[in-house]
């Protein structure tokens, strides 16, 4: 009996740990689903939670449930778990991105500093927990958030450092440079 007190006391100071990464976590899509059985249907409910800490790494978790906050829990946790690092050039991306994921498209144009983030929906929640703060988007093709959603998350993994870039292509870095860099220092 003591030894099951003990495991759920460190659960608890685990879940109240202070060094625990703070992540940024927003639902952004909750919708009723229907499973047709012999007796009718059965209702649950699906929900598409995005997860980042803002410097950089972003997941996507689906969660589907019969009550909305184990939904949430559920995509919340697999968020986390499919967590990855994107690259980013300061507050925005390092170039130009089109991606498809199903029959959603998503533009991605990097944006000089003050423009802001101009993406609506999952696209903005997306960009914002991955940490982008100027970036100009475009959905173009299906409006399905889940979609969309998951075009704009292949695009920002699919994203290539510039620095990296010129190593790769034998060029100087300062060819590849984002437009706004290469001005403010030449």
Do not use: C
Not at 44 to 55: E, H, I, P, Q, Y
Not at 81 to 88: I, Q, T, W
Not at 145 to 163: E, H, P, S
Not at 170 to 177: H, I, Q, T
């Amino acid at each position: 009996m003591k030894q099951k007190q003990q495991r759920g006391n460190d659960r608890d100071r685990a879940n109240q740990d202070p060094d625990r990464e703070e992540l940024d976590e927003r639902v952004v899509d909750i919708s009723r689903v229907a499973k047709v059985i012999k007796g009718g249907r059965r209702f649950a409910f699906r929900t598409v939670v995005v997860v980042g800490d803002n410097k950089g790494r972003v997941g996507v978790g689906v969660g589907k449930s019969r009550a909305v906050p184990d939904a949430i829990r559920k995509g919340t946790e697999r968020a986390r778990k499919n967590m990855k690092p994107v690259h980013l050039s300061g507050t925005t991306i390092p170039h130009e991105m089109v991606a498809e994921h199903g029959g959603a498209e998503v533009f991605l144009k990097p944006a000089s500093p003050g423009t802001g983030v101009i993406a609506a929906g999952g696209v903005r929640a997306v960009l914002e927990a991955a940490g982008v703060r100027d970036i100009l988007t475009k959905s173009l093709g299906s409006p399905n958030v889940l979609n969309v959603i998951q075009a704009t998350l292949k695009g920002l993994r699919d994203m290539k450092d510039y620095q990296q870039q010129a190593l790769d292509r034998g060029k100087s870095a300062d060819d590849l440079r984002p437009f706004w860099m290469r001005k403010s220092n030449g």
